[in-house]
């Protein structure tokens, strides 16, 4: 069954109020809700309700018990068949959380209850329009042992609590706002907290909690300071405020994702609140401040204004994403924090779009919701937020943003909704930009300069072409923002007049509105170096044919940062791909100059000496052969790293800087040590005492986990003696474990696969936590491409065998492990033959779930 946009009907019914009744029992919950229902329409139709692994005790309309002639009960549905226009509903269900493996709904982590309902869980709860434009009022009361389950939650504010007979208490928790069902959540258990307040800019006084494992909370400090960080964020910026006065987060161990922003009760995935500098990586608390904040920004995108229909997906989570984006850069370094979310847009959404997987940032059709919770939807989808900004200005895009807050509050509504703000704020039609969410796959982008010394004019001819996609052959020209300047060789910026501009200007904002078209330029004074896409401002790739020497001049003089590091990769692609071999020297030289500045932003330089990773150059390459870019990106690694080794092995080797701290100061000096380790891992196993001397030095799992990543990748011998002690130091914190599991199946040496396949069986492999799986599966398959597209094809089978172990448990997490597979295709016909029958061999099963199967389908398509 596919769901499809164009299908999409309001609902027949409507619930405005809901009050809930738990009472929890690990296999025997029994859930009784109370719905107030009403017809939309006047001719009263069956009422359809979703529910999934439920078992129904009763129902009663209006007190008076339903028999069983008056209902329905189908595979996903129970459909009452005449009910009155508007009548109370009484539902008693009973369900499972201690067996319920999917990980949505409610079930247990560590012997806590806990809930995911989006997209569609709310329905393995009870019965219920479990649909995002059902907005109703929620009432929760808990009954639970007290003794076992002494903390209750849900969303909203306690309103009431007490003890019980049997030992057992409840709490009442009651949420003022209507929200969709996807959006409640419970949690209860033994935690260890800690709290905090914020005082709003309208003064309400905000009681802040977060519930932890017991033994935990001192390591959710950081992320209660990103919190508060957050909502101060939001005030500053946006002018949102927060509406109750809770805001909990709970964190759970064992979480198919991310995090959730459940109304007033966000839940986290372990990983993404834990953090001490013994425990995380800076990665780690940079993620824990951007995904603590992009949860919380949800309260008005997604919760305030939430979605009208899940195709809708990405008005809530590009959204999100780009307002998540802009704070990391106002708390950290912009320049950097761009570079790093276009390496990310990069690395997981150009694949994806280039791939049998591609799809618009909103889709058009899926089967299963939970397999659209994808790089093109979130990132791509804060791309497309970017890039209207910068289209309509600031000031517009300002103006639109307020608009949407106060119109559509309390409202599921569209992206078309969303930009109708802004077509009244600009003053313009933006017809033509809504292609940017119907239309699917990267638009290529060529550029070619002309100068006219005697008439010092300069003609920038710019075109565009996006390759058909699945479903979409033909495709139209997209609006493009370009921010373009022009330097000259030495450096000096040069100005020009744009055709229609009235003063020459040093940096322009342009549109490329159709296929081609030529811009031109007067009074340019000398022959320029173009830079087109300043700032990386639209997601697209980019052929600019500039010669070895005028990107040497950008690394060394372009104002704008992105571009100063776009240019040494696009030189490094070019020695890499065989376009350009003979710049590796200047390559080699151009990087000794970043370390000649690096002390100004150790962060930027860090990112400067990294080359573009092996699936960039897999996606980049025509006939991609991966043993063969390794070897020519290894190659070059290491002449670049023999060339620069008097100047790294200090900076390698400087001692770890003490207090630490998380900033982003200290985080990016640690970020150039580790990226002085990686190039000198290149240099083979000579190094490896040098590594371990850090490895057993580092006061930081910053520089433990970038000196195991340089054993690991020297091929050192000393990589397994210090992989022990790191787990005998670690062995009872799972977080770092899945670590142990990463750094071993994302090192690039021989016979990964061999190791890979040791660590499955390793007793502390655990197919029923996600964070662990993913810790093996997408470290192996994402990060270790050498490995995972062998020759033989072991990689293909390693990761379908896992996806089949899972996927009688875990539907959602199975299907997502397959994602990988979407390069599939660019292979040579051999390994492409491997890839198929792994493909088929999961096809094959009669039992595979839903989830999996589109995957596979649509993989294989
Ligand atoms: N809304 C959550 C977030 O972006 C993610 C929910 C994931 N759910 C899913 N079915 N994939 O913060
Ligand atoms: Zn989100």
Known sequence: TTVRLSEYTPPAYLIDEIALVFSLEPEATLVAARSHVRCTGDTPAPLVLNGERLELQSIAIDGALLTTDKYELEPGKLIILDPPVQFRLDIVTRISPATNTHLDGLYMSG?????QCEAEGFRAITYMLDRPDVLARYAVRIEANKAAYPTLLSNGNKTESGDMENG????????????????????????????DAFVTKGGRNVALGIYVDPGDSERARYAMDALKRSMKWDEDTFQREYDLDVFNIVAVRDFNFGAMENKGLNIFNSSLILADAETATDADFEAIEAVVGHEYFHNWTGNRITCRDWFQLCLKEGLTVYREQEFSADQRSRPVQRIKDVKRLRARQFG???GPLAHAVRPSSYQKIDNFYTATVYEKGGEVIRMLKRL???????????????RRDGTASTVEDFIGCFEETAGRKLDDFMRWYDQAGTPALKVHGDYDAAAKTYHLTVSQRTAPTPGQTSKHALPIPLQVGFIAPDGAIIAGKAEGDDIARTEHHLVLNDAQRTFRFSGVLEEPIPTVLRGFSAPVTLDQNLTIKQRLAQIAHDPDPFTRWEAGQAIARGVLLGEAPEAAPALAEALGRELDRAQQDPAFAALALRLPDLNELLLAAEDPDPEALHISRETLRRAIASKLRDRLLPIASTPSETPFSPGADAAGRRSLKAAALDLLAALGPELGETFVTVFDGAQSMTEAMAALDALGASGSDKFDAAL?????????NPLVIDKWFAVQAASPRD????????????????????????????????????????????????????????????PALAARLLTPFESWKRFDASRQAHARAALEHLAALPTLSKNTREMVERTLA
């Open 352 to 354: 994806e779009d280039a």
């Open 724 to 732: 022990t002690r790191f787990y005998e130091r670690w062995r009872a």
């Open 392 to 406: 309509i200005g600031k000031d517009a895009f300002e103006r639109g943003m307020q608009l949407y807050f106060e």
């Open 111 to 115: 012997g806590r209850f806990c809930t």
């Open 168 to 195: 057992r208490h409840f709490a009442v928790w009651v949420d003022p706002h209507p929200k969709p069902s996807y959006l409640f959540a419970l949690c209860a258990g033994k935690y260890e907290s800690i709290h």
């Open 751 to 810: 016979n990964a696969l061999d190791r890979a396949e040791r660590l499955r069986t390793h007793a502390e492999f655990n197919t029923r936590n996600p964070n662990r799986v993913r810790a093996l599966a997408a470290a192996f398959a994402m990060r270790n491409p050498r490995a995972f597209h062998e020759r033989d094809g072991g990689g293909y089978r390693f990761l379908a065998a896992l996806a089949q172990d899972i996927d009688p448990h875990n």
